[in-house]
């Protein structure tokens, strides 16, 4: 296995390494950790070792953190060591124990980097193996994945900087090894239960299978491989699809409606544009079905909302400060890049100062619109060429390029211009001029305030 383990290296790691910068080996104590952690050594690699004490197993995980620091002594290797209480992290994130486990270890190795000179370059090398990577493939296959999810685990993940140098090696062979040349290592009593969800399938489902299929394990991972060459082909054709359809403009991304619905396969191209933003594959109907829903429709994420504007399907932050499109689905209070937007409904009629035109500059600018006439939800959006509406007093319409310019509005200040939208319709400039069609009358029976302050 060393020599096996040498070239596998050297063929693929070795061009990895910096003067000066060693590996940061993250050790457990285990077989698979502590194997690696020799053939290191033996193979002459400059690494570091980082242990993490997560305190699940009383006495047991205190035994695990022992042995690291014995060993890491013993062969003269630098080592951190990190005690948490992960039960009270888990409680307090709301995540599953092994998800905890995982944001804890992968957070303190960054901060590890971050704190440390002689680490700022380093890679992290973990001891995942060929059955690890097995295991993972089916999880997410079971649970439901794309053609990335199938991969399992990858070799080298440049973004976060981590490898994984035992992933051709099966469990066994590993533990073999350490039989073998006598070396020892700390046995997890937690992989025998069958508690969470990657050991059932260690420890039920793959071994089950193996009766019907005995080289099930050696077949998985031949898939894996070819797997991970069909992604790569994957990856090329969805680029070249995702070239045609994506607009960026600043955080957000604009797509023509009408080339995402004749894009094929649709399903699969919907879900490559959305994944990116948060959205989950449960979701990829409802986005389809948003393409043919009319104008200011909209679905979100965590993290983004899609809008369907017209002709086009815009992804945008909810982060209204980081959008130039931002959805108002009622009354209330819209802080935005550029000001803050006060929108409030009321029955008595005020006086309003839409006929105090042209306006001096003023900070804040109250105008009042017929609630009445307003269909939510409305749309705030920076104006854009094409953009035409009734200034209040005309009873025809205008460009509002024409009218920025008769306003004699630098660049800069044009920029800044804002434009409030209700089904397809512009019912306000802000702070400049409302919409004509959208005034108060004699008839109105409640008012929609709009106050802008701008930023």
Same mark, same amino acid.
């Given at each position: 296995?060393?020599?096996?383990?040498q070239?596998?290296?050297?063929?693929?790691?070795?061009?990895l390494?910096?003067?000066?910068?060693?590996?940061?080996?993250a050790?457990?104590?285990?077989?698979?950790?502590?194997?690696?952690?020799?053939?290191?050594?033996?193979t002459?690699?400059?690494f570091?070792?980082?242990?993490?004490?997560?305190?699940?197993?009383?006495?047991?995980?205190?035994?695990?953190?022992?042995?690291?620091a014995?060993?890491?002594?013993?062969?003269?290797?630098?080592?951190?060591?990190?005690?948490?209480?992960?039960?009270?992290?888990?409680?307090a994130?709301g995540?599953?124990?092994?998800?905890?486990?995982?944001?804890?270890?992968?957070?303190?190795?960054?901060?590890?980097?971050?704190?440390?000179?002689?680490?700022?370059?380093?890679w992290?090398?973990?001891?995942?193996?060929?059955?690890?990577?097995?295991?993972?493939?089916?999880?997410? +296959?079971?649970?439901?994945?794309?053609?990335?999810?199938?991969?399992g685990?990858?070799?080298i993940?440049?973004?976060?900087?981590?490898?994984?140098?035992?992933?051709?090696?099966?469990?066994?062979?590993?533990?073999?090894?350490?039989?073998?040349?006598?070396?020892?290592?700390?046995?997890?009593?937690?992989?025998?239960?069958?508690?969470?969800?990657?050991?059932? +399938?260690?420890n039920?489902?793959?071994?089950?299978?193996?009766?019907?299929f005995?080289?099930?394990?050696?077949?998985?991972?031949?898939?894996?491989?070819?797997?991970?060459?069909?992604?790569?082909?994957?990856?090329?054709?969805?680029?070249?699809?995702?070239?045609?359809?994506?607009?960026?403009?600043?955080?957000?991304?604009?797509?023509?409606?009408?080339?995402?619905?004749?894009?094929?396969?649709?399903?699969?191209?919907?879900?490559?544009?959305?994944?990116?933003?948060?959205?989950?594959?449960?979701?990829?109907?409802?986005?389809?079905?948003?393409?043919?829903?009319?104008?200011?429709?909209?679905?979100?994420?965590?993290?983004?909302?899609?809008?369907?504007?017209?002709?086009?399907?815009?992804?945008?932050?909810l982060?209204?400060?980081?959008a130039?499109n931002?959805l108002?689905?009622?009354?209330?209070?819209?802080? +935005?890049?550029?000001?803050?937007?006060?929108?409030?409904?009321?029955?008595?009629?005020?006086?309003?100062?839409?006929?105090?035109?042209?306006?001096?500059?003023?900070?804040?600018?109250?105008?009042?619109?017929?609630?009445?006439?307003?269909?939510?939800?409305?749309?705030l959006?920076?104006?854009?060429?094409?953009?035409?509406?009734?200034?209040?007093?005309?009873?025809?319409?205008?460009?509002?390029?024409?009218?920025?310019?008769?306003?004699?509005?630098s660049?800069?200040?044009?920029?800044?211009?804002?434009?409030?939208e209700s089904?397809?319709?512009?019912?306000?400039?802000?702070?400049?001029?409302?919409?004509?069609?959208?005034?108060?009358?004699a008839?109105?029976?409640?008012?929609?305030?709009?106050?802008?302050?701008?930023?």
């Amino acid at each position: 296995m060393l020599a096996r383990f040498q070239h596998h290296w050297h063929s693929h790691f070795a061009r990895l390494q910096k003067p000066g910068r060693p590996f940061l080996l993250a050790m457990s104590g285990g077989a698979d950790s502590t194997v690696l952690a020799v053939l290191l050594q033996y193979t002459g690699i400059d690494f570091c070792v980082a242990h993490v004490n997560y305190q699940l197993r009383g006495e047991e995980s205190n035994r695990d953190e022992a042995f690291v620091a014995t060993f890491c002594k013993k062969h003269s290797i630098k080592c951190w060591i990190k005690r948490i209480d992960t039960q009270q992290y888990k409680e307090a994130s709301g995540l599953s124990t092994q998800v905890a486990a995982r944001n804890i270890r992968y957070d303190w190795f960054d901060q590890l980097r971050k704190d440390n000179d002689e680490l700022a370059e380093s890679w992290v090398i973990t001891a995942h193996h060929a059955n690890d990577a097995i295991e993972t493939s089916a999880m997410q +296959f079971f649970r439901g994945t794309g053609l990335e999810g199938l991969k399992g685990i990858v070799p080298i993940h440049s973004e976060k900087k981590i490898i994984r140098p035992l992933l051709p090696y099966f469990r066994e062979e590993i533990e073999e090894f350490a039989f073998h040349n006598s070396i020892e290592f700390v046995k997890d009593s937690s992989n025998d239960t069958d508690d969470y969800t990657r050991n059932f +399938f260690r420890n039920q489902l793959l071994p089950s299978v193996k009766k019907v299929f005995p080289r099930v394990e050696q077949n998985l991972l031949a898939n894996l491989n070819r797997f991970s060459e069909a992604a790569i082909l994957y990856k090329q054709a969805v680029e070249k699809h995702l070239k045609k359809l994506l607009h960026w403009k600043g955080n957000e991304c604009h797509i023509p409606v009408l080339l995402w619905q004749k894009s094929k396969p649709l399903h699969t191209i919907t879900w490559e544009i959305i994944a990116p933003f948060h959205f989950s594959a449960d979701q990829i109907p409802e986005v389809v079905k948003l393409l043919s829903a009319e104008s200011s429709s909209f679905i979100q994420s965590d993290s983004h909302r899609i809008i369907k504007n017209r002709n086009w399907m815009i992804i945008a932050p909810l982060a209204n400060e980081a959008a130039d499109n931002i959805l108002i689905e009622k009354p209330g209070v819209i802080h +935005f890049s550029d000001g803050k937007l006060e929108l409030s409904l009321g029955q008595e009629l005020l006086s309003s100062l839409q006929d105090d035109y042209p306006r001096p500059h003023e900070t804040t600018i109250i105008e009042y619109l017929d609630a009445g006439a307003v269909k939510f939800p409305l749309l705030l959006r920076k104006w854009k060429a094409g953009d035409y509406f009734y200034p209040l007093g005309m009873t025809k319409k205008k460009k509002l390029a024409k009218f920025l310019i008769d306003l004699k509005l630098s660049k800069t200040e044009k920029e800044k211009v804002w434009i409030l939208e209700s089904d397809n319709k512009i019912i306000a400039v802000l702070g400049k001029r409302i919409d004509h069609r959208f005034r108060c009358l004699a008839t109105t029976t409640q008012q929609l305030a709009i106050t802008f302050t701008a930023g």
